[in-house]
């Protein structure tokens, strides 16, 4: 057993998919020029007031029912105050006193077994800026302020690197499916900061220090590595922890440095007076309720209760555009297990019309196969495969969409074939043939 026992809190911030800012109508959308996604709001000029997005507040509310959380009846919004260059007006709306959601947490699945991962809170907070380091200078892009952030807030649960990968990705998966965060880690819309401290078993939390805005689970895992070491070399030689917040450099793998970590009170919290509190009524709750999509988990439980494998049924729901598909597929009266097994070697895409009619061929195929002794079936394989081989041109405006492609070589494969099988078997194993392709 070590000598040494790592504890840490996440605390992820995950960019909402709303069209506009969080308290203006200014875009949220990435990648436009420096400061042109900017309004006098944005930019902290005085005399501007905000305007609450409510779609942020329903997001709000769909994570916090989803993960289990209280939702707060009544909330209001708090003025973090800071000066950094990427606030413009020297504070933060975000929510300390009165946030959205309280409690609720999610279960996570390691190698070492399942554990359940408490939460603090969500909270709903306007982003800062971006500060862009070049050459001993830095320039400053606000397009990114005030667009609105969830940041939710884990006890202090974790253990391993491996818990912390297996939490990020679960509520990954869960703000994804729930349409209401893209988590496109390079771009920054789903970014964590880890809060780590190290002791020996059965002492008191030690000091603690945060990582910020890691971009990537692998690099987290290298500066969860890096910085528990670091703490563990600190305390054997005799010297004291300070509480500060490091940046994590993952070119030469090192954390360094940033400021002094503040607590709450060196915030100066207050309520915001430009902001009224925000009421969630019951008719609001059964609403948001009522809309909340099928999860990947829940997904995943009816795909096995319809005979597929637990591990198929994690590789179909491994992206909710490709569960959707599988949805639609089996919406149109495919069968659920050809389905799934043609799909996961499916490399081209397909309208699920055309999918769908591809899994019932190949059921239909399946059936009156068992009809027909295997040389048969052998000999009208073989000339089907010649029909196709020759006729590349019709193979080529099949798999563009073009239908009549199909009846053309259909009619090929019956002259090849004559009548040694019938139509509906010349015609699934021509299906059946035409979808593996679609493997190569």
Known sequence: MSKWEIVMGLEVHAELSTK???????TTAFGGEPNTHVCPGCAGMPGTLPVFNREVLEYAVKLGLVLGCDISRVCRFDRKNYFYPDLPKAYQVSQLHAPICRGGGLEITTDSGSKFIRLHQIHMEEDAGKLLHERGFTK?????GCTPLLEIVSEPDFATSDEVIAYLEKLREILMYLDICDCKMQE?????????SVRKPGEALGTRTEMKNINSFKAITRAIEFESKRHIEVLESGG?????????DDDCGESFAMRSKANATDYRYFPDPDLLPLTVDEAMLERVRA?????????RERYVSLGLSAKTAALITHTRERALFFDEVLALGANAKIAANMLQHMKEELPANDFAELVKAREAQTAQSQNLDEGTLLEVRKQ?????????????DYRAGKQKAFGFLMGQAVKAIGKSASPDVIKSTLAAVLAE???E
């Open 384 to 396: 089907i495969e010649k029909a196709v081989a020759e006729n590349a041109e019709a193979v080529a």
């Open 437 to 439: 392709m679609t493997k």
């Open 140 to 144: 400053l892009d606000y397009n990114r």
């Open 291 to 299: 809309s909340l999509p099928e999860v990947a988990d829940e997904k």
């Open 240 to 248: 004291v922890l300070v509480q500060e917040t490091r940046r994590w």
């Open 20 to 26: 506009t800012k969080i308290f203006c109508g200014c």
């Open 188 to 196: 920054g819309s789903f970014r964590a900061d880890v809060n780590l």
